[in-house]
């Protein structure tokens, strides 16, 4: 489907990569891996056909359409959700709106006329497309995804510019999901959502009919999606046949197996040299020497191991002692104007615990952590911290705080105690602030390069109560390790707001979760245990799919004053007899379909599961088969899921015309 040759890409002296080949099939999903400035981004904008390389070519058959998200910068105004997302659509709107400029042209033609039958001959080929694109299933496919991408009925009629950065995001995914074009480039998709739509995108994109190329910091995500992964490192870039913990695991064997290749190597050379050094005077000796000469020019010489980018570690500086309890809410009740965010909401955390907090945004959980530090006040009820209790509070927005006429360094040497502040240039190193970096002027930096120093700052000063908020939103995954085992080690308290799940999973051992309208629950275990249980819950809620058939009804033919028993069962008789010849066929049909959708959900689900097991990875011919198998089922259910709508509606029409009620 694509093809890469030979990419070389390079910006002043400083090459990205060279000599970049590799072939994209139809479904492959394909991760990006890499340290930030490794040139992911670059590369997924060179196929994207925003960037230019400097040298070689990507093909694809003529066509082909590429759908990019960038990682920020979208911003949409003067047109609702609906009107935005719809425009998806374009090309099945656009044959509308010409086969109703065409009806109305053709009311003032004379039928008899040459132009009246070849408007006629052209309507009639323009509905034949708009049959093929299968309008129908435009109205149903825009709420399925809108809704799966967490917006709200309300949001529909809504203006885009009142929707936020990270929800204009999901509008661009939106329209890109709805356009399914043959190959999706997605830069850090997950960024700006919660945990439930992480979980919907992400099934989303198992089943996606195209190929997908992928630049993410989730590694759940990346080890569930994806087959293949390119990493980027020191200018080059390396093929893994497999997803994203195979690529850690493959990279550490293939480093060493070269490692030993080139000591090896230098040993002969040096074996061989000395001999040369040894016998180069000795007349007798000449013929010898000369043969080992040429065999050192020979050679073909490996290159040297790359070091690695170093690893660090870092360790929170010791925090002070507190008492058992650190901070508690007793009957808390929070509300704006007429908004309640809770009520009467219990909750205490204790010396050592590390709690995950999730939910929908907007759903209390910023208003909890002001809460619980004190930042704000409960409208009812009390809040109390425990003995000595000392917070560290790390928000998206204290990066806007920060002086940008300070250096990083100044900045982070300003915000360290005396103990932590010679570990200050180290911790900048971990968070990928590494030589002059240091010495930039806070001003220049980006969004995500400022978030990062402020996190620097939170996690030098000493406390034994640490809040985070989206710690991880703009670290690569080798800072993320480095945060991951700190936050493990360390004896304090915390509270992390994040969806990144490979992230939380290791470090916390209880999930406070938020949901708009309902109480705060707490779950007793991490984001995996948390995602079971509300699975099992989720599923047990939901009716046995045979309950899904419309009930019986009932005819509201009921005895009349002046109308006798035998004209009541006459009227009766013939109000069955309609119902079984209408709505009958309609209510079995239904019922056959409900079933065949069980059947394809349930294959689904076994075909998904079978499609993450390393057996499966390991064997591409089988998962091909898989993934085409998935293809098919997915197909089937979109036109089961069309096919239902159109029942459902049919069956309440005919309910209607003859008077039936539920």
Not at 283 to 304: D, F, G, H, Y
Request: hydrophobic letters at 35%; glycine letters at 6%; one cysteine or more.
């Amino acid at each position: 489907m694509i093809s890469v040759q030979s990419l070389r890409v390079e910006f002043g002296a400083r090459v990205l990569f060279n000599d970049l080949s590799f072939s994209v099939q139809a479904r492959e999903r394909i991760a990006f891996a890499g340290h930030n400035g490794a040139g992911k981004s670059t590369l997924m904008k060179c196929v994207a056909g925003i960037i230019r390389p400097s040298s070689g070519a990507i093909h694809s058959p003529k066509g082909t359409r590429y759908g990019y998200l960038p990682q920020e910068g979208i911003h949409v105004r003067g047109r609702t959700l609906w009107q935005e997302t719809e425009s998806a659509f374009g090309e099945m709107l656009e044959l509308r709106n010409r086969i109703d400029r065409l009806s109305h042209e053709l009311e003032k033609l004379d039928p008899r006329s040459s132009p009246y039958a070849e408007a006629l001959e052209e309507i009639g080929a323009l509905e034949l497309q708009l049959d093929a694109t299968d309008p129908a299933r435009m109205k149903p496919r825009i709420e399925s995804v809108l809704k799966g991408l967490g917006f709200k009925d309300a949001d529909f009629s809504r203006d885009c510019s009142e929707f936020s950065g990270g929800w204009q995001m999901r509008i661009a995914m939106a329209k890109l999901f709805l356009q399914e074009p043959e190959v999706l480039l997605l830069d850090e998709p997950t960024n700006h959502l919660d945990i439930d739509t992480q979980v919907w995108v992400e099934q989303y994109l198992v089943n996606y009919p195209g190929a997908i190329l992928l630049i993410s910091h989730d590694r759940g995500l990346l080890d569930t999606l994806c087959t293949r992964t390119i990493a980027f490192a020191h200018g080059r870039a390396e093929e893994y046949a497999g997803n994203f913990s195979y690529f850690e695991r493959e990279s550490v064997i293939r480093k060493e197996t070269h490692r030993k290749q080139y000591e090896s190597q230098q040993r002969e050379i040096a074996e061989i040299q000395r001999f040369i050094d040894r016998f180069r005077a000795s007349a007798n000796k000449a013929t010898l020497v000369q043969s080992r000469i040429k065999m050192l020019a020979k050679i073909e010489r490996i290159p040297a191991p790359e070091q690695d980018d170093a690893v660090m570690n870092f360790k929170f500086p010791p925090p002070p002692n507190s008492g058992h309890m650190v901070a508690k809410l007793d009957k808390a009740s929070k509300h704006y104007g007429a908004r309640r965010i809770f009520d009467g909401f219990d909750f205490e955390i204790n010396k050592g615990e590390k709690f995950a907090i999730v939910g929908p945004n907007g759903a209390g959980k910023s208003t909890f952590c002001r809460l619980i530090t004190a930042q704000e006040i409960p409208d009812g009820g009390t809040h109390t911290f425990g003995h000595k209790v000392a917070t560290s509070f790390f928000s998206q927005n204290h990066a806007d705080e920060l002086d940008p006429e300070k250096t990083i360094l100044e900045t982070v040497e300003a915000a360290a105690s005396r103990e932590s502040a010679p570990h200050a240039r180290n911790l900048l190193g971990c968070f990928l602030f590494r030589g002059d970096d240091v010495f930039k002027k806070v001003g220049v930096l980006s969004g995500g390069e400022r978030s990062r120093v402020a996190l620097v700052c939170m996690l030098l000063r000493p406390a034994n109560f640490l809040i985070l908020d989206e710690p991880t939103n703009h670290l690569d995954m080798q800072s993320q390790d480095v945060l991951q085992r700190a936050l493990a080690d360390y004896p304090g308290s915390v509270l992390i707001v994040s969806h990144n799940r490979s992230f939380l999973d290791p470090v916390v051992s209880k999930t406070l979760e938020f949901r708009p309208g309902e109480a705060p629950r707490l779950f007793a275990g991490n984001i995996s245990y948390y995602l079971e249980k509300s699975a099992a819950e989720n599923q047990s809620a939901k009716p046995a799919t045979a309950s899904k058939a419309a009930p019986s009804a009932r005819s509201n033919t009921t005895t009349q004053p002046g109308v006798s028993r035998k004209d009541q069962r006459r009227a009766e008789a013939e109000a069955r007899d309609q119902r079984n010849k209408l709505l009958k066929p309609l209510e079995t049909e239904l019922a056959t379909l409900e079933t065949k959708i069980a059947e394809l959900e349930a294959a689904q689900a076994t075909l998904n599961a079978a499609l993450t097991s390393e057996e499966l990875i390991s064997q591409p011919d089988k998962l091909r088969e898989t993934s085409n198998a998935i293809s098919k089922i997915t197909h089937a259910l979109e036109n089961a899921y069309s096919r239902w709508g159109e029942l459902t509606d049919e069956i309440e029409k005919v309910k209607a015309k003859l008077g039936i009620t539920d």
